[in-house]
């Protein structure tokens, strides 16, 4: 008996150690990579998009804006943003600023808050990152085009 209690202390530990260090550990089933997802159509001369960066298990960062056909950014228009900003309230540099840091604040577990003057926007960030989520939970780095249209 003394040979297997002189185990059991021994192994215990161990085992309680190594049971403690990955309850401990972060648990993430995303891949790291980069990873985006684009809208198929462009919508008012625009089409949106996401760019995720994943490392260790978790988004570091998160680009979200839209481009036109030439390829110019949308929150790079001062003219456009002036034009949104009177009439909405709000302005491609900012909404999308606002969408990303939460996906990122939230690792793409809490939900996205509306900004008001942005929510067809909302909508479409909403779908754009629920499948850039998808694909970097299967390691996928295609482009994944997406339906965005409302």
């Known amino acids: 008996m003394k040979s297997n209690n002189k185990k059991t202390r021994i192994l215990l530990p161990l085992i309680l150690a190594i049971f403690s260090f990955t309850a401990c550990s972060p648990k993430t089933d995303l891949q790291d990579g980069y990873y985006t997802a684009q809208a198929a159509e462009f919508n008012h001369g625009w089409k949106e998009y996401i760019t995720i960066m994943v490392k260790g298990g978790a988004i570091v960062s998160v680009e979200y804006n839209a481009e036109n056909p030439s390829g110019f950014i949308k929150s790079w ?8 900003l009177h009439s909405n309230g709000t302005y491609p540099n900012e909404y999308t600023r ?11 577990k809490g939900s996205i808050d509306a900004l008001s003057g942005a929510s067809s926007s909302h909508a479409s960030f909403q779908k754009l990152a629920a499948t ?10 295609s482009i994944a085009i997406v339906d965005t249209s409302q």
């Open 132 to 141: 850039v989520l998808e694909q970097a939970r299967q390691g996928d780095s």
């Open 98 to 108: 606002y969408y990303a840091n939460q996906l990122l604040e939230g690792q793409g």
């Open 77 to 84: 228009d001062n003219a456009y943003m002036q034009t949104m």
